[in-house]
């Protein structure tokens, strides 16, 4: 039930997110252009260091093509040795609670996974990854892969800010401040304060506790045995003991929240008591999600020497996310009316979700990780109802613009407003620009490619999956409930999202090899077409704004932005929705 | 082109690995050698019990089926409930009838062990980690006449421990109020165990 408490809450959060975007926007805005700031003095020598060891010149500007080629290569060394760690982890140190080296398979996905921001988790972190595997490997990218898409909009606002150049900065440089002086500091702060909330951080491995009372369970017999023999029942047993699996958690979950990557230390990640522990956990974690994807509209207005540019692109965010949060929320609190009749009193949905976050803050970190794409959950979206889980469907489908990834949410949403200028001049017959530079038919199909390729990841994947055996068997729900858990799957792959409907059995050849595909096309197939489009606004002269040009500040802008995001994502998805959660809401009520 | 990629392909090698050794190693190093000293006990997984005997954490739910205690979340962990090595949700759809079911069945088991009449909701519906260690105040107190009558305690008794046991919205506004039923349980047997008012342990 609907309380003020909850009004306040979100209003203290909306708050708080304001207040530090701003200071944080105009500090990443300084690291980003290179000027001095504290940090530099004090952590100088290692940046310079860091730049000695690897032979990297940081005063060498790249065009748009080495950029790119820098960009693609670190990450194609990153997704190796990620991936060589998951098949050998079992064979490596700091492996306490023993575990062995990953499928094939499921190492492509998951070493996939991970450099592409997306922390898809196919496998569950308690009895697939060791210690070792979640610091070097995956802590690791969640750290550069974030610092990736600061990078790629840092070489975006130089395009739109130089003229007739090809030089975009350096890579390297962009890479090694960004993780620098912008994760790793707030990773710290924060990974700190999960701790003092109570999320372990130490190396020592699983404790066997004793139960107070002990439980006595049946285990089932395996799928193999029954088909030989029927009729064999489940064998009771007894458990005296509960195996409390620790690890170095806090420093993995800070970065987990602050890079947009979303992979848990646990298969039920931020619902986890040790992941995310309390209320006030739950509201530091919300908040290092949308952090630095709304802080970074700041350092864009900052960089383009137009703060209200930036305020534009987060009021837009901001509208858009409010309207989604409204109606996950009030689903989530009608419930279900079957239950409702069941236990003789109406109830917000709690099935998946923890007590001490309630429906409140389970519908609104769903609607923070989908909008951002994060990926991280404390509330078990497969179990949400049909509207509230069609929410962080479409804010994925929407193309993760909704704030979106560190880096990647922004540089998406500039492209859909590069789009909005060519609509609105297509409607008064005036050759668009964005900031000074002449929209042409390059930047148009750069821009094109940027929105339809994760489009076409999500319904060609979804049509794939939903034509196999292998796909509609991974399902764990019957019916529209069932295809709901698909398309989600590759609205969250093809957006480098993360989370899951987790019913579905998504460890198996298919699932692992095509949505690493997907991941791997959506993240690159983008980025990479937006430093082409870097490279040709740098190259173009500014035009002088006269009196028919649009300006891109006003809320009438805003608000023709967020139609065109609206209407491209609800043209493409609303047949697709129609036949999952639309029609489940629909069975719901009707029943 | 091969020749930019041979160049590019040495920084970029180096670059993975000194940022490996300074995000994967070096960070989580310093977290830990500071949060071991800051908090020490979080660290560690926030573990209750006395020497080297652990009896849980009080993060961690257990559970707990005997009538003489309080009964937490239902969990849908495999193959035994709250078990912390696999933690994770039913993942049951709203419209599914498995879930109509399970729901109904847990409904009714409660009437029958408490009172007719409305139920809590927490208390028929699987949490999200499958450990959760809470229910509410109002789910506690809705057990407390049956903890109360098995242990041959008086409720008033019962229902004391409940407030002692419950927490508020953090800092005041934060979350939902909430007991641990892990903590609430052990209140119950170190009462017994002390002999006060003659409760007995189940």
Same mark, same amino acid.
């Given at each position: 039930?609907?309380?003020?408490?909850?009004?306040?809450?979100?209003?203290?959060?909306?708050?708080?997110?304001?207040?530090?975007? *701003?200071?944080?926007?105009?500090?990443?805005?300084?690291?980003?252009?290179?000027?001095?700031?504290?940090?530099?003095?004090?952590?100088?020598?290692?940046?310079?260091?860091?730049?000695?060891?690897?032979?990297?010149?940081?005063?060498?500007?790249?065009?748009? +093509?080495?950029?790119?080629?820098?960009?693609?290569?670190?990450?194609?060394?990153?997704?190796?040795?990620?991936?060589?760690?998951?098949?050998?982890?079992? /064979?490596?140190?700091?492996?306490?609670?023993? @575990?062995?080296?990953?499928?094939?398979?499921? #190492?492509?996905?998951? #070493?996939?996974?991970?450099?592409?921001?997306?922390?898809?988790?196919?496998?569950?972190?308690?009895?697939?990854?060791?210690?070792?595997?979640?610091?070097?490997?995956?802590?690791?990218?969640?750290?550069?892969? %974030?610092?990736?898409?600061? %990078?790629?909009?840092?070489? /975006?606002?130089?395009?739109?800010?130089?003229?007739?150049?090809?030089?975009?900065?350096?890579?390297?440089?962009?890479?090694?401040?960004?993780?620098?002086?912008?994760?790793?500091?707030?990773?710290?702060?924060?990974?700190?304060?999960?701790?003092?909330?109570?999320?372990?951080?130490?190396?020592?491995?699983?404790?066997?506790?004793?139960? %107070?009372?002990?439980?006595?369970?049946?285990?089932?017999?395996?799928?193999?045995?029954?088909?030989?023999?029927?009729?064999?029942?489940?064998?009771?047993?007894?458990?005296? @003991?509960?195996?409390?699996?620790?690890?170095?958690?806090?420093?993995?979950?800070?970065?987990?929240?602050?890079?947009?990557?979303?992979?848990?230390?646990?298969?039920?990640?931020?619902?986890?008591?040790?992941?995310?522990?309390?209320?006030? !956990?739950?509201?530091?974690?919300?908040?290092?999600?949308?952090?630095?994807?709304?802080?970074?509209?700041?350092?864009?207005?900052?960089?383009?020497?137009?703060?209200?540019?930036?305020?534009? /692109?987060?009021?837009?965010?901001?509208?858009?996310?409010?309207?989604?949060?409204?109606?996950?929320?009030?689903?989530? !609190?009608?419930?279900?009316?079957?239950?409702?009749?069941?236990?003789?009193?109406?109830?917000?949905?709690?099935?998946?979700?923890?007590?001490?976050?309630?429906?409140?803050?389970?519908?609104?970190?769903?609607?923070?990780?989908?909008?951002?794409?994060?990926?991280?959950?404390?509330?078990?979206?497969?179990?949400?109802?049909?509207?509230?889980?069609?929410?962080?469907?479409?804010?994925?489908?929407?193309?993760?613009?909704?704030?979106?990834?560190?880096? !990647?949410?922004?540089?998406?949403?500039?492209?859909?407003?590069?789009?909005?200028?060519?609509?609105?001049?297509?409607?008064?017959?005036?050759?668009?620009?964005?900031?000074?530079?002449?929209?042409?038919?390059?930047?148009? +199909?750069?821009?094109?490619?940027?929105?339809?390729?994760?489009?076409?990841?999500?319904?060609?994947?979804?049509?794939?999956?939903?034509?196999?055996?292998?796909?509609?068997?991974?399902?764990?729900?019957?019916?529209?409930?069932?295809f709901s858990e698909i398309l989600y799957a590759f609205s969250s792959m093809?957006?480098?999202?993360? !989370?899951?409907?987790?019913?579905l059995s998504a460890n198996n050849a298919l699932y692992n090899l095509?949505?690493?595909?997907?991941?791997?096309?959506?993240?690159? *197939?983008?980025?990479?077409?937006?430093?082409?489009?870097?490279?040709?606004?740098?190259?173009?002269?500014?035009?002088?704004?006269?009196?028919?040009?649009?300006?891109?500040?006003?809320?009438?802008?805003?608000?023709?932005?967020?139609?065109?995001?609206?209407?491209?994502?609800?043209?493409?998805?609303?047949?697709?929705?129609?036949?999952?959660?639309?029609?489940?809401?629909?069975?719901?009520?009707?029943? | 082109?091969?020749?930019?990629?041979?160049?590019?392909?040495?920084?970029?090698?180096?670059?993975?690995?000194?940022? =490996?050794?300074?995000?994967?190693?070096?960070?989580?190093?310093?977290?830990?050698?500071?949060?071991?000293?800051?908090?020490?006990?979080?660290?560690?997984?926030?573990?209750?019990?006395?020497?080297?005997?652990?009896?849980?954490?009080?993060?961690?739910?257990?559970?707990?089926?005997?009538?003489?205690?309080?009964?937490?979340?239902? =969990?849908?962990?495999?193959?035994?409930?709250?078990?912390?090595?696999?933690?994770?949700?039913?993942?049951?759809?709203?419209?599914?009838?498995?879930?109509?079911?399970?729901?109904?069945?847990?409904?009714?088991?409660?009437?029958?062990?408490?009172?007719?009449?409305?139920?809590?909701?927490?208390?028929?519906?699987?949490?999200? =980690?499958?450990?959760?260690?809470?229910?509410?105040?109002?789910?506690?107190?809705?057990?407390?006449?049956?903890?109360?009558?098995?242990?041959?305690?008086?409720?008033?008794?019962?229902?004391?421990?409940?407030?002692?046991?419950?927490?508020?919205?953090?800092?005041?506004?934060?979350?939902?109020?909430?007991?641990?039923?892990?903590?609430?349980?052990?209140?119950?047997? =170190?009462?017994?165990?002390?002999?006060?008012?003659?409760?007995?342990?189940?």
């Amino acid at each position: 039930m609907t309380t003020s408490t909850d009004f306040m809450q979100l209003g203290l959060f909306l708050l708080a997110l304001l207040a530090l975007s *701003w200071p944080l926007g105009g500090y990443m805005a300084a690291v980003l252009e290179g000027r001095n700031h504290p940090l530099a003095r004090i952590l100088g020598w290692l940046e310079r260091g860091l730049y000695r060891v690897c032979g990297v010149d940081p005063t060498r500007e790249m065009d748009w +093509k080495e950029y790119a080629l820098a960009m693609f290569l670190f990450n194609v060394a990153g997704f190796a040795v990620l991936y060589l760690l998951l098949r050998v982890q079992g /064979l490596l140190p700091l492996n306490p609670d023993g @575990q062995t080296g990953m499928a094939p398979d499921l #190492a492509f996905n998951t #070493a996939m996974s991970f450099i592409t921001n997306t922390n898809w988790q196919a496998y569950s972190g308690e009895n697939a990854a060791s210690h070792l595997t979640q610091m070097l490997g995956l802590t690791v990218h969640n750290f550069v892969s %974030a610092a990736t898409g600061i %990078a790629v909009l840092t070489a /975006l606002i130089r395009g739109l800010i130089r003229r007739e150049t090809r030089e975009l900065g350096n890579f390297w440089t962009d890479l090694v401040r960004s993780t620098l002086y912008i994760l790793l500091p707030l990773a710290f702060v924060l990974s700190l304060a999960l701790c003092w909330q109570g999320v372990p951080q130490t190396f020592r491995g699983t404790v066997n506790a004793t139960l %107070a009372e002990p439980v006595v369970y049946e285990i089932a017999p395996g799928a193999d045995a029954l088909k030989t023999d029927p009729a064999l029942k489940p064998t009771p047993a007894i458990a005296t @003991q509960q195996a409390i699996m620790r690890g170095p958690m806090a420093s993995q979950e800070a970065i987990k929240e602050l890079g947009t990557n979303g992979g848990g230390f646990f298969n039920a990640n931020s619902a986890h008591p040790f992941e995310n522990p309390t209320p006030l !956990s739950n509201f530091l974690e919300m908040l290092a999600i949308l952090l630095i994807p709304a802080a970074l509209c700041h350092t864009f207005g900052r960089m383009v020497g137009d703060a209200r540019q930036g305020w534009m /692109l987060l009021g837009a965010m901001t509208a858009l996310f409010l309207g989604f949060l409204a109606l996950c929320w009030w689903a989530e !609190s009608q419930g279900s009316p079957q239950i409702a009749a069941i236990i003789g009193t109406p109830a917000g949905n709690m099935e998946g979700k923890e007590l001490r976050f309630g429906v409140m803050n389970s519908a609104l970190f769903a609607t923070i990780t989908t909008a951002t794409s994060c990926g991280a959950v404390n509330t078990m979206h497969d179990s949400l109802t049909p509207l509230g889980g069609l929410v962080p469907m479409v804010l994925m489908q929407l193309g993760e613009v909704v704030f979106g990834g560190v880096g !990647s949410g922004l540089y998406g949403m500039v492209v859909f407003a590069v789009i909005t200028v060519f609509v609105a001049g297509l409607m008064v017959g005036r050759t668009p620009e964005y900031l000074g530079k002449k929209i042409e038919a390059f930047e148009t +199909k750069m821009c094109s490619l940027v929105i339809m390729v994760p489009l076409f990841g999500v319904l060609l994947g979804t049509g794939w999956a939903v034509l196999t055996g292998m796909g509609r068997g991974a399902v764990a729900n019957p019916g529209a409930h069932g295809f709901s858990e698909i398309l989600y799957a590759f609205s969250s792959m093809a957006n480098n999202n993360g !989370s899951a409907f987790a019913g579905l059995s998504a460890n198996n050849a298919l699932y692992n090899l095509l949505g690493g595909i997907v991941m791997c096309t959506s993240r690159f *197939w983008t980025a990479i077409p937006v430093l082409a489009l870097a490279g040709s606004l740098a190259g173009k002269k500014a035009v002088p704004t006269g009196a028919g040009t649009l300006p891109t500040h006003t809320p009438l802008f805003c608000g023709l932005l967020v139609a065109v995001v609206l209407v491209v994502g609800a043209l493409t998805f609303i047949p697709a929705l129609a036949l999952g959660p639309i029609v489940e809401h629909l069975q719901m009520l009707g029943r | 082109m091969l020749r930019d990629i041979l160049h590019t392909l040495r920084p970029a090698c180096l670059m993975l690995v000194v940022l =490996s050794l300074l995000t994967g190693l070096a960070y989580p190093a310093l977290v830990t050698g500071l949060a071991q000293v800051l908090f020490p006990r979080q660290a560690d997984g926030s573990l209750i019990g006395k020497g080297g005997h652990v009896a849980g954490s009080s993060l961690i739910g257990q559970p707990f089926a005997s009538s003489a205690y309080f009964w937490g979340r239902p =969990s849908a962990t495999s193959p035994q409930p709250y078990n912390a090595a696999a933690s994770g949700g039913s993942n049951l759809g709203p419209t599914n009838p498995a879930q109509l079911k399970s729901v109904a069945e847990r409904a009714a088991a409660l009437r029958k062990a408490n009172a007719d009449g409305p139920v809590p909701a927490e208390l028929v519906t699987a949490s999200a =980690s499958g450990l959760d260690p809470h229910i509410s105040p109002t789910a506690a107190l809705y057990q407390a006449g049956r903890v109360a009558r098995e242990r041959g305690l008086p409720e008033e008794v019962v229902r004391g421990l409940i407030t002692r046991r419950a927490e508020g919205r953090q800092l005041g506004f934060l979350g939902e109020e909430r007991v641990n039923v892990l903590l609430l349980n052990r209140d119950l047997d =170190s009462l017994a165990a002390t002999g006060q008012n003659g409760g007995n342990r189940p």
